[in-house]
């Protein structure tokens, strides 16, 4: 038998019988209610807010820094034909983010390709992908 290094503590339970009636109302079990209530959902308003998001919800994306800027060159990569590379990531995330970027700037009349790295022959993040393309002369996919 294999014998734990570690002896796991969990974090004790909080129990809020007030929320636990309000998530039970929108039909969640106690242990989903609990999950909500330890992140920080606490009561009926963000609990709708969680279940029921909106787009007005959503961070302006302008926010983040040079946006404007990347904006305005896919415009102008789409505008001109220019074919767009999505570097994405092996991940589930990583992959779904890069097909739906793929399928928002087809819709926008975009010509683009997606390359998914391949963790073994590629290594982690941008610098190893190029070195190795830059290398070997590769195309992308």
């Known amino acids: 038998m294999i014998t734990p290094t ?3 503590q969990f974090a004790p339970q909080v129990e809020d019988a007030d929320f636990t009636k309000i ?5 969640l079990g106690p242990e989903v209610a609990r999950l909500l209530f330890e992140r920080g959902i606490q009561d009926q308003e963000s609990l709708k807010k969680f279940l ?8 302006d994306p302008y926010l983040l ?5 990347a904006v305005e060159r896919i415009r102008q990569a789409i505008e001109e034909g220019e074919n767009i590379l999505i570097y994405g990531d092996y991940d589930a995330d990583g992959m779904t983010s890069a097909s739906i970027v793929k399928e928002s700037l087809e819709q926008l009349g975009a010509e683009c390709r997606v390359y998914l790295p ?4 590629d290594g982690y993040g941008l610098m190893p992908v190029f070195t190795n393309i830059l290398s070997s002369k590769k195309e992308f996919p």
């Open 6 to 8: 570690y002896e796991w």
């Open 23 to 27: 998530a039970k109302k929108a039909g």
């Open 52 to 59: 029921e998001p909106s787009l007005e919800d959503l961070h």
């Open 65 to 69: 820094h040079d946006m404007d800027k």
């Open 118 to 121: 391949n963790r073994f022959t």
